[in-house]
């Protein structure tokens, strides 16, 4: 599709939206606000300065968890890429942790770290790390061989390969990861404020209990706007310095 | 002197279901010489490219280059491929000095050398532009030029060009010929296209399938420089009668 076309799609699904949305909200009433009640109550919580303060208490959660995931999840993956034992070692574990709820493990992990800022980094770690993991992981075990024997014949050999052919090849996987990973460390971080009442978890129970619908969906649009933009700005660094091969992760 | 020399050589590859990839070929190549193995797919001819290249071992035979036995890869014997494999993360000059840089050759000789061979192929103003915005022919030329960069004792053509159009095709020949009659590097060349082969070669070796193996040799006589007039002479049109004939089974196999 092209680009032109896409945007007209993209317009045309907001309108839609947007029309369902005020349909909606008249329909149903005051239990869900319309575009008006939430301009309203996203003024509120500037003005209060509560939603400032909880974004970015949220923010330095996900700065911490992710970055442990960052910083654990490129080595790991780039050498399980590349090392069948090391694979066969660990891989069994992150597809059997992949695939489970985190959000499950929750009540474990409070038991275990308390519910102060590790508490938080460990769930936002836990979020991240495994599909950062599975993705570096496949960036470098699916170098074409036609990739590594030009590397081989002109001379990248042990270590060069790695660092002059494998490494490179899979960036545009490893900025894909930093792109899933950021965003599932956002999802992180809100259940684990949610869990335990702080940040904009506190917020939503908050106006959950007395009923402010316009105020919580304020919060959402936030907090979907922190997830949405990070992802943008991720994207723009992909195209950038790994625009030759777009990985695709859902 | 020969550059290249294979023995006997066979590869099998698999484990329970085995594939006899090449069955006892034999050859060699003079230094300087333009040699090219015609073969149909599956012929084994890449895999005779790859054992030259040290990128696989055979199984039984012995290969050599330049009189000792070929020990993995080495930018002495330097490969085009079909499929180019350029780095798309690194940029035309990038990719054509790569292995000068894996040798410790300094930046400014790296740059000098990378602007002599991308006059060679003719794209010394697309030095600082990406993979991904050329075309086909011009990848392959970046191919050649980082072959040729690395000052090789034999160039490997692996169907350099099997993948480009007709009209691309056809003058990267001719630009490949220009080039060996200037820098006189010793190819070995395959190909499935008989046509190719007669044009380029100054001897064709023929390799059929089951076995896999050459089973003739056809040496081309065509003065050098040649061009695309070549292809209408009745000597061109014999020999490819011959191959023909060869690949369908009519002709009896002259062994080399």
Redo the contacts between chains.
Sequence with gaps: MSLSARRRHQSGGAILLLAVWVAAAWRVGPALPGPTALARATADLYRSGALVDALSGTLVRVALGYGLAVAVSFPAGALMGVDTRLDAFLGTYVTALFVTSVASLLPFLILVAGTGAGFYAAVVFLFAVFHMVLIVRAGLATV?S??R??G??????GW?AYV??LL??A?PHAVAALRVGYNRAVKGAVVAELWIYAGVGELLHGYQRFSQTSSALAVVVHVVLLAVVGVRLLRAVERRY????VVTVR | MSALVASDVAKTYGGTRRVRALDGVSLAVDDGAFVVVVGPSGCGKSTLLRLFAGLTEPTAGEVLYDGEPVAGPSRERAMVFQEFNLFPWRTVRENVTFGLEMAGVGRAERRERAAETLALVGLEADADRYPDALSGGMRQRVGLARALAVDPGVLLMDEPFGSLDARTRATLQRELIAIHARERTTVLFVTHDIDEALLLADRVLVMTDDPNRIVARVDVPFDRPRDDDVETTAAFVDRKRRIRAIFRGDAPAVPE
Excluded: Q
């Excluded at chain 1, 081989?152 to 050999?157: C, D, H, L, S």
């Excluded at chain 1, 790994?242 to 091969?245: I, K, L, N, S, Y």
């Design positions: 074409e036609g990739t024997d030009a081989r014949v002109y001379g990248a050999r060069r002059y052919v490179p090849a960036l790994a625009g030759w091969r």
